[in-house]
């Protein structure tokens, strides 16, 4: 999730819709709303090697299963 | 006083946008200077996050509190988890600065730099520290008199040498601020029991976070009390949603109203608890507010 949306919860259709009836903007101020803000996200997400490390977890993971 | 940059994180504004449309009320109405923070992402956790990879933790949440210092603000949270991340990294990096020198390496890529002048403020410590309970007090329109079981949930108080909120075992804080606006807080035992849900432990053993979420849930229902008030998203999640998954799960069943301070704020403040995101479609919540109501007219 945080790989994709720059959340480990990121909004959905429900809650989209539950904050415009509250009056709210459908998106909220985060990363969600700003396309550059997400790719700076992903940016240091890679100079962290964070997604080699999710990687290289799963592929131990699945050695183990076999 | 600097002012504020509102950081929301992933619950509030994403499951429980009631919580944000609260909080931004109660600001405004107590005059507040507090504005969005732009762009923001996930503090990232701190329980799965710090822990699994720390560099990963200290940057991304570098990155948001870079977003604040750029509007030369401090941050304020309203989610435990938020403030054990931010705080915590803020603090790191203002002690260490081979730390600060490894994130800004990576903040490079992005433009950014980390200078660590601003302060991580959590709205309970905040309204405590800079308003007080008297001041908070003399906003209150509508007198709560109903019994409320504080729960401050970890991250809140805990490390204890960092937050400087006085004693962890029975800290009193969060109960002033509760009876601030008219209500009583009530004691339990357990009152300073995890909620079930952090370090991971909702993630990764739901069953047996749950069964720490019921044990907490029937300390606070021989309390009698009208409601539970939280400070956090996560552990609001889990005490409320909490109730229906031990009610599937355990056949055992809980009807307590969960409340986030700013929405029981909120409500002391006069608004109505449909703008505060308090769904009265749901039973316990319809019987919360007609005992509000029925208050107000005795």
Redesign the interface.
């Known amino acids: 999730m945080l790989l994709e949306y720059g959340h480990a919860v990121p909004i959905n259709e429900n809650n989209r819709e539950k904050r415009v009836n509250l009056g709210l903007e459908e998106l909220p101020e985060t990363v969600q709303k700003y396309a550059d803000g997400l790719e700076e996200v992903k940016t240091l997400l890679k100079s962290c090697a964070f997604e080699k490390l999710i990687e290289d977890i799963e592929s131990g993971a699945r050695e183990d299963k076999t | 006083m600097k002012g504020l940059s509102l950081f ?1 994180g ?2 509030v ?3 429980y ?2 919580i ?2 609260a909080t931004k009320l109660c600001l405004a109405k107590l005059d507040i200077d507090c504005t ?7 503090c ?2 701190p329980g ?2 710090r822990s ?2 720390r ?2 933790w200290l ?2 949440a570098s ?1 948001n509190i870079v977003l604040s210092e750029q509007m030369e603000r401090d941050m304020l949270t309203i989610c435990n988890g938020c403030f054990s991340t931010l705080a915590d990294v803020n603090h790191c990096i203002k002690e260490d600065e081979s730390a600060k020198k490894e994130v800004n390496e ?2 490079e ?2 433009g ?1 730099e980390l200078k660590g002048n601003i302060d991580v403020r959590h709205i309970i410590e905040f309204l405590y520290e800079e308003y007080g309970p008297e001041k908070i007090a003399s906003y209150v329109e509508r007198q709560l008199d109903i019994r409320v079981a504080v729960h401050y949930g970890c991250h809140l108080i805990k490390p204890t040498k960092d937050r400087g909120l006085g004693n962890f075992e029975r800290p009193t804080f969060f109960d002033e601020l509760v009876t601030a606006l008219g209500a009583t807080s009530v004691e339990y035992p357990d009152k300073m029991a995890c909620c079930g849900a952090g370090g991971g432990v909702r993630s990764s053993m739901k069953d047996r976070s749950l069964k720490m979420t019921e044990a907490k849930l029937s300390r606070i229902k021989e309390a009698e009390v009208d409601c539970i008030v939280n400070s956090c998203p996560f552990c609001h999640m889990q005490l409320g949603d909490g109730q229906s998954e031990i009610k599937e799960q355990m056949e055992i069943e809980y009807e307590i109203p969960v409340l986030h301070y700013t929405q029981l704020l909120g409500l002391a403040l006069g608004f109505p608890g449909e ?1 505060l ?1 308090i769904d009265t479609e749901i039973e316990k919540n319809k019987k919360f507010m007609d005992l509000l109501d029925a208050g107000m007219e005795s």
């Open positions: 929301l992933c619950l504004p994403n499951r946008p009631g944000e449309l969005d923070l732009p762009g923001a992402s996930c990232p956790a799965v996050f699994f990879d560099t990963t940057t991304l990155r990576h903040l890529k992005i950014k703008m995101g």
